[in-house]
């Protein structure tokens, strides 16, 4: 179902949109748990939130494969958002599901100096998702775009962890597309503990993120960002392309981070979802329609009004440095 019209460019002017949320909308707290470094949509997701003002990212986890690295490249790119630092935490290496990794190998390539980028080696990624939600019981929400491997660990660790957790917002699956989905794929059964939890669920699944591209004409913008941030991304963005082998792509994971601020760019439906998890099958799910269900799956979006949104927080850093603090 296509929506019937889309909604005026005027609307997101950014003076506007600030306005527009300023009185009622409070300070929200977030984690963002990331396999940052293969795809360059994690980057863009990350980039989108230190832009928010509206959404307090209180600190990054990563997920599968090497997440040491993957961390240390999140603290590359924050740190160029000049924003305050956060809590940068590697997570779990393998998946549940035990399925061989997949690494594309040039995660890291472009970024200096990686090594000297401090993270949180301290504590696990599914302990810090835990303390959070202890501190901000009732009020977290999570932001996961990757394998749902950290979340799910949580879960098996810590049974309050779920009621404690505000809403979970996932990139991942297709609902209505039969697709087999690559974060739910990488690890099938971490992605049905998280479902069958019952936790409050926002999914953004490839039924929409596919209806939305990032061209040369968004990368022109990008470069622009200020602090070696917007020529970081472009060359991360380009190593991408190169390795798929194609002029543009989808801007999947920052679709979700869109639907935390503006659900009504999307149309979503309330259902159950059930992830398959027999190996011929990863990546695929069965959704049940259900008024009452735990999951609240986007079927369709506002696409012009959602790409100028979108993009438009990506390229403003104007008030990303007192976002955070």
């Not at 917002?169 to 597309?177: C, D, E, H, K, P």
């Not at 012009?304 to 440095?321: C, K, P």
Request: proline share 5%; aromatic share 8%.
């Amino acid at each position: 179902m296509r929506p019937p019209h889309a909604l005026p460019a005027a609307h997101f002017d950014l003076n506007e949109r600030y306005a527009y949320f300023a009185d009622r909308t409070q300070m929200r707290h977030v984690i963002l748990d990331t396999d940052i470094g293969t795809d360059v949509d994690d980057l863009l997701a990350l980039v989108f939130l230190a832009h928010v003002r509206e959404l307090r990212l209180e600190g990054v986890t990563t997920v599968y494969g090497d997440t040491l690295l993957r961390a240390r490249i999140a603290a590359a790119v924050w740190k160029r958002t000049g924003n305050p630092e956060i809590a940068i935490v590697p997570g779990a290496n393998e998946p549940l599901s035990a399925r061989p990794i997949f690494w594309c190998g040039h995660e890291g390539e472009g970024i200096p100096s990686l090594e000297v980028n401090t993270v949180d080696q301290y504590r696990t990624a599914e302990q810090f998702l835990i303390q959070t939600s202890n501190l901000y019981s009732g009020e977290l929400e999570i932001l996961a775009i990757g394998p749902l491997t950290n979340i799910a660990k949580a879960i098996m660790r810590d049974a309050g962890f779920v009621s404690r957790t505000k809403r979970l917002y996932i990139m991942g699956g297709a609902y209505w597309l039969d697709y087999s989905e690559h974060n739910f794929e990488c690890d099938s059964v971490a992605a049905r503990i998280v479902f069958d939890s019952g936790m409050p669920i926002t999914a953004i699944g490839l039924d929409v993120t596919l209806r939305v591209q990032l061209t040369e004409r968004e990368v022109a913008c990008i470069r622009r960002l200020p602090n070696g941030l917007g020529l970081l991304i472009e060359k991360q963005i380009r190593l991408w392309w190169k390795y798929l082998g194609v002029s543009q792509n989808h801007p999947h994971d920052p679709l979700a981070a869109l639907a935390m601020l503006r659900p009504d760019l999307f149309l979503f439906r309330n259902c159950n979802v059930e992830i398959k998890t027999e190996p011929h099958l990863a990546g695929r799910l069965e959704r049940f329609d259900n008024p009452n269900g735990n999951v609240l799956a986007a079927y369709d979006l506002y696409v012009n009004s959602a790409e100028t949104t979108l993009f438009g927080y990506i390229v403003d850093s104007g008030s990303s440095a007192s976002n955070h603090k």
